[in-house]
């Protein structure tokens, strides 16, 4: 992708239109990562409003500690946008493989399961980034800003979002693949990754969400 502009580089509508269009990519796995991003980016503001002030002044260790985590982790999740696509190609390749002999049946098949095990990589990495994103917030989302806990539920609710976008992605290459031994056996671990956030994630929501309402 290094001979056109990359993705992550377009501007909001640009890629927003991409992402209509009957382009291949970006797709579902690059939409997810921009939702992790932005729920990492959500975070990060959440802990912007909240550092150097004196009433928050013995949590801006944490604070400082987590922006650093949140930052990095959103860096990360923007490079899986165009990270996403390029394990893509591949897996369209292979489609377009001949596949009349025998021969050419087998070839396919190899280069299929590869191009599958790549495809899911990504996603994969999306889940656990976004995972850590949650951690951090979690870690200090009863601590900052009062006015800006909206902003923190809604970075928790965009990084679930995005793990279950990913997870989509995960078992639509799973359910493709020859060894299911193998398939299942990715399909499980990520099954379980998602089930924990989104209860985990929930809760945090919620409890954020009872705080706005003043029902805490």
Do not use: W
């Not at 382009?23 to 912007?48: D, E, Q």
């Not at 639509?172 to 924990?196: C, F, G, P, V």
Request: hydrophobic letters at 40%.
């Amino acid at each position: 992708m290094s001979e056109t502009k990359k993705m992550v580089d377009q501007n909001c509508r640009s890629f927003v239109e991409s992402l209509a269009s009957k382009a291949p990519v970006p797709g579902g796995g690059g939409a997810a990562a921009m939702a992790g991003a932005l729920g990492s980016a959500l975070g990060m503001m959440y802990l912007n409003l909240s550092v150097g002030k004196q009433k928050y002044q013995e949590y801006e260790a944490d604070f400082q500690d987590k922006l650093q985590n949140l930052d990095a982790i959103k860096e990360q999740l923007l490079a899986c946008v165009d990270e996403d696509a390029e394990a893509f190609y591949p897996l369209a390749k292979a489609y377009r493989m001949p596949k009349e002999t025998e021969s050419e049946q087998a070839a396919y098949q190899r280069v299929l399961e590869a191009a599958l095990y790549k495809a899911c990589s990504v996603p994969e990495k999306i889940m656990k980034l976004c995972s850590e994103a949650m951690d951090a917030i979690e870690y200090v989302a009863d601590k900052g800003s009062v006015l800006a806990k909206s902003d923190a539920a809604a970075a928790v609710i965009f990084c679930m979002a995005a793990m279950n976008a990913a997870h989509l992605n995960i078992l639509i290459n799973t359910a493709s693949m020859k060894n299911r031994e193998e398939a299942e056996k990715i399909t499980e671990e990520y099954d379980h990754i998602l089930m924990l956030n989104n209860i985990r994630g929930s809760e945090i929501a919620d409890q954020l969400t009872d705080e706005i309402r003043g029902n805490e």
